[in-house]
């Protein structure tokens, strides 16, 4: 190797100190047979080969031979001829040999400068194979998350129960973004927030905060890369768990809102903006995926609840009904079933009008759902019939279940009745297994204790066991 810095060739590696070497050998080997012929000594020959080593150290020059040329001079016993002879043999070999040295010197010099913008060049096609390749692995990871956003859709679209459907949905998320906690809180129809499932379980610590508040008072979505940095809030010392970053997107289909999907990560700056979009466009699927269960739920509900009552109808009653059934046998514990019968009730809509007698109709089934909810489930039984399914309640409770009903009744107000007009209702019920053991058995019982009822003045309660007596 060369320093192009300088003109001059000095000693840089064991190479170029090689080459010299061979040089001068080349050249005491020669001055070996030349000795004779040109009758000098020993001592010439060795000061003839320093004086070579050292002009192969350095390019030849004007100075360095006329050096030569008066330390052959001074040599005694040397022929000025013969002397000549040597100067014109060692000054071409050096020529031819400077000559060759500095043409290698040239063209490693531009093989060299040309290997240095090759090298940037190969750098720089690297540098760009390495940003597409890392642009490739994002497009992949965003096209399997996409791909899972799919998958996780419909496996979320064939879940029926909306309870499960929640559980599943934030445990999904939770695994699928690889944040440290999911919220998800749904709001009612006037805005507040009606239920919240959280994973993992923040363990009764509160769950809208200051954070919640500015995405409610500014109704947009809400990224905090590092809590701790944010000037825009406060520490919240109400909440004691760790929060580094967090984001928040609204669930709104169109105008209608229904809650908020709040993502949380413990380590700081760990949320990205795509983490935001990714968020977002699942908290759009969460509200399509909501309103259509809250959709299936309404006609559900169309299909099971009796429009003008509210109470359920009767297909529904008689699957809860087998249920509860099947269940009380197994276990071995007592229900009651209640039926109640308007009193009178064709003489109203005759006396009144219809619509009256809708009125009397509804507001007699409020009470009676709100009478027997509690322990169990209702429906309309027949056109102004109620029936009632009380769970684990025995003949005292059934007894006195149905009186409260029929005095609660009897005492309404009904202003739509001139004179005042009290509306009573007769009520009959069986217990099982008091009365029967079969499930059809009871409804006998219950609707030949609703006729005896009847029967003896009508605004009475009978059971089972004022048809023995």
């Avoid at 919220?183 to 905060?209: A, H, N, S, V």
């Avoid at 509690?374 to 039984?381: K, L, S, V």
Wanted: proline residues 1%; contains cysteine; charged residues 30%.
């Amino acid at each position: 190797m060369f320093n192009y810095d300088r003109d001059e060739i000095y000693i840089r590696d064991k190479k170029h100190l090689l080459f010299i070497l061979l040089l001068t050998a080349l050249f005491l080997v020669v001055m070996f047979f030349l000795k004779n012929r040109l009758m000098i000594g020993w001592l010439s020959v060795i000061i003839l080969c320093l004086i070579s080593f050292t002009l192969n150290l350095f390019v030849i020059s004007s100075v360095a031979i006329l050096n030569l040329i008066v330390t052959l001079i001074n040599l005694k016993g040397i022929d000025l001829k013969n002397i000549s002879l040597l100067i014109i043999a060692e000054g071409l070999l050096f020529f031819f040999v400077i000559k060759i040295i500095n043409s290698l010197k040239e063209e490693h010099k531009k093989i060299y400068l040309s290997s240095l913008d090759n090298e940037a060049d190969i750098n720089e096609i690297k540098d760009s194979i390495k940003t597409k390749e890392r642009k490739v692995e994002a497009l992949k990871l965003h096209i399997k998350r996409h791909k899972s956003i799919k998958n996780l859709a419909e496996k979320w679209i064939k879940i029926k129960n909306f309870d499960d459907f929640l559980r599943s949905l934030v445990s999904n998320i939770q695994n699928f973004i690889g944040c440290d906690r999911v919220i998800l809180q749904l709001k009612d129809k006037e805005g507040k927030i009606q239920r919240t499932e959280c994973y993992p379980d923040t363990m009764g610590e509160p769950l809208f905060d200051i954070y919640n508040e500015w995405v409610r008072n500014r109704n947009e979505n809400l990224i905090v890369k590092d809590t701790y940095k944010d000037v825009r809030f406060k520490k919240d010392e109400s909440i004691k768990r760790e929060i580094g970053s967090l984001i928040i997107c609204q669930i709104n289909l169109k105008e209608e809102s229904f809650g908020y999907l709040r993502l949380e990560s413990t380590t700081r700056d760990s949320i990205s903006v795509y983490t935001l979009r990714l968020a977002d466009a699942l908290s759009e699927l969460l509200a399509v995926l909501i309103k259509r269960n809250n959709l299936i739920a309404e006609v559900e509900k169309l299909a099971r609840v009796d429009g003008l009552t509210g109470l359920f109808k009767r297909w529904y009653f008689d699957i809860r009904f087998e249920k509860e059934y099947l269940m009380a046998k197994r276990y071995n514990y007592r229900f009651g079933l209640i039926i109640c019968d308007i009193d009178h009730f064709k003489r109203i809509n005759d006396t009144y009008g219809h619509s009256v007698g809708d009125i009397i109709l509804s507001r007699c089934a409020d009470i009676f759902k709100n009478v027997v909810e509690p322990y169990g489930i209702h429906c309309r039984f027949g056109g102004e019939e109620f029936l009632g399914l009380l769970r684990r309640c025995d003949r005292p409770e059934t007894k006195k279940i149905a009186e409260e009903l029929r005095t609660r009744i009897l005492d309404m107000d009904n202003i739509e009745f001139k004179n005042s007009e009290k509306v009573s209702v007769s009520v009959g019920f069986s217990v099982f297994p008091d009365d029967s053991i079969d499930g059809e058995k009871l409804f006998q019982i219950a609707d030949e204790a609703l006729y005896k009822a009847k029967k003896q003045g009508r605004n009475r309660c009978f059971g089972g066991e004022d048809l023995i007596k």
